[in-house]
């Protein structure tokens, strides 16, 4: 079970996008705050950065690096029309496969001193070097990464206005566990278990615990999940959404089928504007990324 559990965390290298992008990549080590010593950032820019650009924070699964998870979704040539600068973050390998750290203390609080910490100091550095616009500071993640979008979203709700999870768990669902890789001797967070009795008031909680006495605006949360997935359960999804219209008071208002594309099914919260999950119906592990839609959430489009 292990090794195939493995292999659908891992990197899909069939659907890469094609890599005739317009913009710069540059590498940087560094950007400052790292206590958990993240190796590198690859920071793309496209060759018209626009004036107060939006920064995207995009985290690569299980098994990547920041240069693989460039080829995994249309953001770059995206960039190119629409100017705003991405940052590619690689996790260190502490942990083993290459996955970020959602499980620990550290990593699960603000200035913990954890990966958390690390990427949020890259989100810093970028506002300061490309004069970006701090109300437009995005995450998006595909299954590790996805976990750490969560993660994210909870330990910095000041720095980022929304996160997109494909594939992901709620912040702190990892929490007790001894790693957060397929390979942990706890998977009860990724299997189900914890979804399975958590209340939505404890997955809020946990999200609210890894800021304690925030209490200014959080980010908006799009959150995206396949039905077959077998590494990270379905149930997940509805996790999810527990945590954050929990921690965004919002209710869910109603399912819309095929949106935005067939065997997609859009379930909203509130108007739309802050919380929306995407059952993706007979889908897999990391579903296609869906590029216009997610900046569309994001207000980028
Ligand atoms: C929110 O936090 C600020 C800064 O600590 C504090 O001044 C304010 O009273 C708090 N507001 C509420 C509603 O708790
Ligand atoms: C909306 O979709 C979700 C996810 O499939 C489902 O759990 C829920 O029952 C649906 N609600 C309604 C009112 O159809």
Redesign the pocket.
């Known amino acids: 079970m292990f090794s195939s559990t493995s292999l659908l965390y891992a990197v899909f290298t069939t659907a890469f996008f094609a890599s005739a992008w317009a913009g710069k990549t540059t590498s940087v080590s560094d950007w400052g705050d790292n206590p958990s010593k993240l190796p590198e950032m690859l920071v793309y820019t496209p060759d018209k950065i626009a004036e107060k650009p939006a920064i995207i924070v995009a985290l690569h699964p299980c098994g990547g690096t920041g240069r693989m998870y460039m080829g995994m979704t249309p953001l770059p040539s995206l960039a190119d029309k629409l100017g705003f600068v991405i940052l590619y973050p690689t996790s260190n390998a502490q942990q083993g496969m290459n996955c970020w750290d959602a499980n620990t203390a550290k990593s699960l609080t603000h200035n913990g001193g954890g990966d958390s910490q690390g990427i949020a100091g890259m989100a810093v550095w970028a506002l300061k070097t490309y004069n970006g616009d701090a109300s437009k500071v995005f995450l998006v993640g595909d299954s590790s990464g996805a976990m750490e979008s969560n993660v994210m979203a909870a330990t910095y709700p000041e720095l980022f206005a929304g996160a997109a999870s494909y594939s992901g768990v709620p912040a702190a669902c990892w929490a007790g566990s001894p790693i957060s890789t397929p390979m942990s001797s706890d998977l009860s967070c990724p299997l189900g278990e914890k979804a399975s009795t958590y209340t939505q008031k404890q997955w809020g909680d946990l999200a609210r615990g890894c800021y304690p006495g925030y209490n200014g605006t959080r980010p908006k949360m799009m959150i995206v999940h396949g039905t077959a997935d077998t590494a990270v359960v379905i149930s997940l999804l509805?996790a999810q959404l527990d945590q954050w219209s929990d921690v965004l008071g919002v209710t869910?208002s109603k399912?819309v089928s095929d949106d935005p594309i067939k065997n997609w099914?859009k379930?909203v919260y509130g108007d739309g504007t802050k919380l929306v999950g995407y059952?993706v119906q007979g889908g897999g592990h990391m579903p296609a990324f869906q590029g216009e839609e997610t900046l569309k959430f994001f207000g980028l489009m």
């Open positions: 509805k869910f399912n099914k379930v059952e």
